[in-house]
Nanobody
């Protein structure tokens, strides 16, 4: 059974940092694109960042460019999201997602991802 488990969320003051992790089990995602999305209360789930199997040319939402960094450790089957200079507007539940297609490109669309974690809460206080 495939599982994606996020961790690393929490409460942080504005300007602070958090590092999210997404550990995959049940199959390897070393050759698959993976992404991070977030959903704030009353809002739709939105794209944050994505990375292809090689880790080259990651993609970011404009709202997080220059502040967030996505990376992956293929031997550990894990993807990370380093979040710096956090703002209250970053408050949301953050979800990890994986594309089942081997060698696929990054995508900002939720429908392109086949596996999802349960999410981890990130709260940024002002």
């Amino acid at each position: 059974q495939v599982q994606l488990v996020e961790s690393g969320g929490g409460l942080v003051q504005a300007g602070g940092s958090l590092r999210l992790s997404c550990a995959a089990s049940g199959r390897t995602f070393s050759f698959n694109a993976m992404g991070w999305f977030r959903q704030a209360p009353g809002k739709e789930r939105e794209f944050v960042a994505a990375i292809d199997y090689s880790g080259v040319n990651p993609d970011y939402a404009d709202s997080v460019k220059g502040r967030f960094t996505i990376s992956r450790d293929n031997p550990k089957n894990t993807v990370y999201l380093q979040m710096n200079s956090l703002r209250p507007g970053d408050t949301a539940v953050y979800y990890c997602a994986a594309d089942s297609a081997v060698g696929g490109n990054t995508s900002s669309h939720t429908l392109e991802y086949d596996y999802w974690g349960r999410g981890t809460q990130v709260t940024v206080s002002s």
